[in-house]
């Protein structure tokens, strides 16, 4: 139950990390399911491309492929929107990270 509760509120965060990512440089999603581990995330490919797919659905990621290596790649960038949510996100959660930290 621990886990389901947690892994909710997670998925926030890794939003915010997606975004921050994607205003930095458009990134891939193998790229980010291995940078997510970096932080001490799992996220599977099963998991990760359907948050990607609905963070583009609702407009704050784009979407472009790329030929790599003769394999086409689909990157993901942030958008006009995404911009706004991110500096939203990070003006509220740097509040709460005031308030709760030990």
């Known amino acids: 139950m621990q886990d389901k509760i947690l892994r909710k509120l997670f998925l926030g965060f890794i939003q915010i990390h997606i975004l921050h990512h994607a205003k930095k440089e458009p990134f891939y999603g193998t790229w980010m399911i291995e940078e997510l581990r970096e932080h001490g995330y799992d996220m599977s490919p099963g998991t990760l491309y359907p948050l990607l797919h609905d963070m ?4 704050v990621l784009s979407k472009t492929d790329k030929t790599v290596e003769g ?13 706004e949510v991110l500096d939203e996100a990070r003006k509220k959660a740097y509040e709460l990270f005031k308030e709760i930290k030990e």
């Open 71 to 83: 394999k086409v790649r689909k990157y993901y960038g942030i958008t006009d929107l995404g911009q």
């Open 56 to 59: 583009e659905a609702k407009g």
